[in-house]
């Protein structure tokens, strides 16, 4: 699978596969309709959604090319996490304010490991309240948002792997690689509730999509500039 460059002839291609660095404070598809503006183009979407406050690796497909977004949608996907312990928050990141705080003592590297150990291999996970998953045809953060409490149904996810990095109390740096369809906030919920101690993500970002790499990514300040870069060439 390749990529891309935006390049000449634009309106002649079938479309393009774009790697791109999503900012914190965007949504994704706040993204995606950056990108038609910068491209000039009416159709765009996204393989997989990141939360606002995420960073991150997202794949974009424009025109004719948007088609082959389900295939991406199903690609295994790796994250760098910054786990905070002694605190939860209904977001289970730091979007929404603490619900409570509670001590981390006796909470070591080792206990986080052998806990972190558990959740590695099938789980069943559920959505955490402020997420996109639709229920009765209207997204879950909706009902959050409005404080309205309804019923989420578990799903089944692969955790492939979780590789804790480094440890100092109350942080933990964790790297996950995980299946379609797993909350990152949600795990870290779960496993903060497991320790006792609770925890939320207090920094999140998606660096691999399948093979497509985050290093390989374009911000969009830079996807604007090769735009402007070939319009100028081009007039």
């Not at 229920?135 to 089944?156: D, F, I, M, N, T």
């Amino acid at each position: 699978m390749e990529t891309r460059e935006p390049g000449a002839d634009l309106h002649q291609l079938e479309g393009d596969l774009l790697l791109v660095r999503k900012p914190a404070k965007w949504t994704s598809f706040d993204v995606v309709n950056r990108v038609r503006q910068v491209m000039s183009v009416k159709k765009a979407g996204h393989a997989g959604t990141l939360d606002p406050l995420a960073t991150g690796l997202l794949i974009i497909c424009t025109r004719k090319r948007t088609k082959e977004l389900q295939q991406y949608q199903g690609l295994e996907k790796e994250y760098r996490v910054v786990m905070t312990l002694g605190a939860r928050t209904a977001s289970f990141d730091a979007e929404t304010p603490l619900l409570e705080e509670r001590s981390c003592e006796g909470v070591t590297g080792e206990t986080v490991r052998s806990v972190v150990n558990e959740f590695v291999g099938l789980q069943v996970q559920l959505p955490p309240v402020y997420s996109a998953v639709k229920v009765k045809g209207r997204r879950l953060y909706k009902y959050a948002r409005k404080g309205q409490e309804v019923e989420r149904v578990p799903r089944e996810v692969f955790i492939k792997g979780i590789d804790v990095t480094q440890v100092a109390i109350p942080q933990v740096w964790l790297t996950v690689v995980c299946s379609k369809g797993t909350y990152i906030r949600a795990l870290v919920n779960d496993i903060g509730e497991r320790l006792g101690c609770g925890a939320f993500v207090s920094s999140l970002e998606r660096t691999r999509i399948g093979n497509f790499l985050l290093e390989d990514a374009l911000s969009l300040e830079e996807l604007e500039a090769r735009m402007l870069s070939h319009a100028g060439v081009s007039s």
